[in-house]
């Protein structure tokens, strides 16, 4: 059994019960505990609390009670944890990320706008967490109301060809080994190219569209080496593409299990954690669930 626990959050919503189901096919799938955490927004203390009061336990717990039903409806679960705290989710939920092989949420909670496509406390823990995020999306983003939550096809991962991000190419290779699934590499060259002179320079030499996916190609072929030697089962198809990523990766996303995206690393000038344009507009717009990778450590 795996140390690391894939961590569910629920909130008594039908978005969290999708990134339930999700979990635990997580948790089977590597062998972990699934530990179901509710975090209830702390209510205001009157005076006449006592201040030793907390929230009720897990047992008492009407959202998890709902979360057990589920559990035992859908079967065949690993060792499953029932945990309830009280605080503030977007700060809160970020934090399970240190000592978690997964956190699982879904787009949305049940608070905010209906109108909105993504949620704060997902957009935190995309941002934030020490581990992998996937948010699960709604099912009428892909055009049914009774989408599955688990998806056939193969496992997407955004990259790009000259820093790639090493931990976000070895989850995409992990997830796609243990689904016996297909790889498709996801990278995009700028196109068409922009120049901007000054007044009195010559504008350089046209680079040839088809020369410049040539070697886009080449470099991605490249990097992947390590990886598909420690991965030899798993299919690779490296997709090369023109323009705006964002848009390619939810393209992929029709077909997708899953799509997989890095976070940005820190930068000297700006040391808060970012999530990066074209993350952020995959988990906005997907209509497959979403994993967002930190970086690893060293290139933090």
Do not use: I, K
């Not at 399970?96 to 706008?113: C, E, K, Y």
């Not at 823990?125 to 109301?145: I, S």
């Not at 790889?183 to 680079?207: D, I």
């Amino acid at each position: 059994m795996d140390d690391q626990p894939v961590v569910a959050a629920v909130d008594g919503s039908p978005d969290g019960l999708r990134a339930l189901e999700w979990a635990l096919g997580a948790a089977r799938r590597y062998g972990a505990t699934l530990r179901v955490l509710h975090v209830r927004p702390e209510p205001p203390r009157t005076r006449q609390e006592p201040q030793g009061a907390g929230p009720p336990g897990a047992d008492e717990d009407p959202v998890l009670a709902q979360a057990r039903a589920r559990v035992d409806e859908l079967g065949g679960t690993p060792s499953v944890e029932y945990v309830v705290t009280e605080g503030v989710p977007g700060a809160l939920l970020p934090e399970t990320g240190t000592a978690a092989r997964l956190l699982v949420l879904g787009s949305r909670g049940r608070g905010g706008f209906a109108s909105l496509l993504l949620g704060s406390n997902s957009l935190a823990a995309a941002r934030d967490a020490a581990c992998p995020v996937v948010v699960v999306p709604r099912p009428d983003r892909g055009g049914g109301e009774e989408a599955p939550v688990h998806r056939d096809g193969p496992v997407a991962v955004g990259t790009s060809a000259e820093s790639p991000d090493t931990a976000t190419l070895e989850f995409a290779f992990t997830e796609a080994s243990l689904r016996r699934a297909g790889l498709r590499v996801v990278t995009a060259y700028p196109w068409p190219l922009q120049t901007m002179l000054l007044p009195g320079e010559v504008a350089p030499a046209q680079v040839d569209q088809e020369a410049m996916e040539h070697e886009t190609r080449a470099l991605a072929e490249g990097l992947l080496a390590p990886w598909r030697e420690r991965h030899p089962q798993v299919p690779v198809e490296v997709v090369v593409l023109p323009g705006d990523a964002a848009g390619h990766l939810v393209g992929e996303s029709r077909d997708a299990s899953l799509v997989v995206v890095g976070r940005h690393r820190r930068r000297l000038f700006a040391p808060a954690r970012m999530m990066g344009s074209v993350t952020q507009a995959v988990l906005l717009h997907a209509h497959s669930p979403v994993a967002v990778v930190p970086p690893a450590r060293a290139e933090q």
